[in-house]
């Protein structure tokens, strides 16, 4: 869309600095074979972020559908600090790059690889500003310094714990 009266319906709001009618981010959605096995994954890897816990409607929708067993939920949302992760089983299996993926930030991304691959994560590929990972599904994600850190990396200084 370019300019005209489509944007004339933004408006801008002082109390949340944001544009009203405007889309915001809501989920990322990860496609998976198994989402419970992956969602822990998740849980595990991004800091904040946890699975939503199943009250008595999910559960009773998941029974009609015929599931039990909450491990064979076909979709499992986790919550956080940001956008909410959405993994949805998909019947077919990854088959090249993803088009979109995840950045992870961490003061020290060679400890934050070893967590990650201490808990399923595979190293894909190194390079100096960051490490291509995949979870236990084979997406990929990668892993670089968190900002402050990128910024006192890339002007040549070091910060002493």
Known sequence: MTGGAANESWNFS??????????QLRDIVIDCSHPASLARFWAAAVDGYAIAPYDDAEIARLRSLGIYDLEDDPSVLLEGP???????????????KNRVHLDLASPSVDAEVTRLVGIGASVV?????H???ADPQGNEFCVTLA?????TASA????EA
């Open 82 to 96: 940001g956008p909410r992760l959405f993994l949805q089983r998909v019947p077919e299996a990854k088959q090249v």
């Open 147 to 151: 900002r402050d850190d990128l910024f």
């Open 14 to 23: 002082p109390s949340t600095g944001r544009l009203d009618g405007m889309a």
């Open 125 to 129: 590929e190194r390079y100096e500003s």
């Open 131 to 133: 490490v291509t990972l």
């Open 156 to 159: 040549g200084l070091r910060m």
